[in-house]
């Protein structure tokens, strides 16, 4: 089983970022997909969810409007478009699936939002 984030890096105030992550190993389409973050010396939050069929979409309310979850069943991939980035938004970004008792987890990409 596997989740590869990607995407992450140094952005300025008011930019852009796609964050993806890549799954094998499980059957990504029966997963329901989240994304949570880390800021420093914080805890680690949840972000977004979506769900198995990509049709529902939640957002946390710091985000809520500036980011956007999809998901490609047929290339077992999610993404996460955010855009006008604060500085707040700064930390390691996690991509999550979940399924009942099945969680797995990846290994994060950074995202840092400075001038």
């Known amino acids: 089983v596997q989740l590869v984030e990607s995407g992450g890096g140094l952005v300025q105030p008011g930019g852009s970022l796609r964050l993806s992550c890549a799954a094998s190993g499980f059957a990504f389409s029966s997963y329901i997909m989240r994304w949570y973050r880390q800021a420093p010396e914080k805890e680690r939050e949840w972000v977004a969810v979506?769900?198995?069929?990509?049709?529902?979409?939640y957002y946390a309310d710091s985000v809520q409007g500036r980011f956007t979850l999809s998901r490609d069943n047929a290339k077992n991939m999610v993404f996460l478009e955010m855009n006008s980035l604060k500085p707040e938004d700064t930390a390691v970004y996690y991509c999550?699936?979940?399924?009942?008792?099945?969680?797995?987890w990846g290994q994060g990409t950074q995202v840092t939002v400075s001038s």
């Open positions: 979506i769900n198995t069929g990509g049709s529902t979409t």
């Open positions: 999550n699936a979940w399924l009942s008792r099945d969680e797995y």
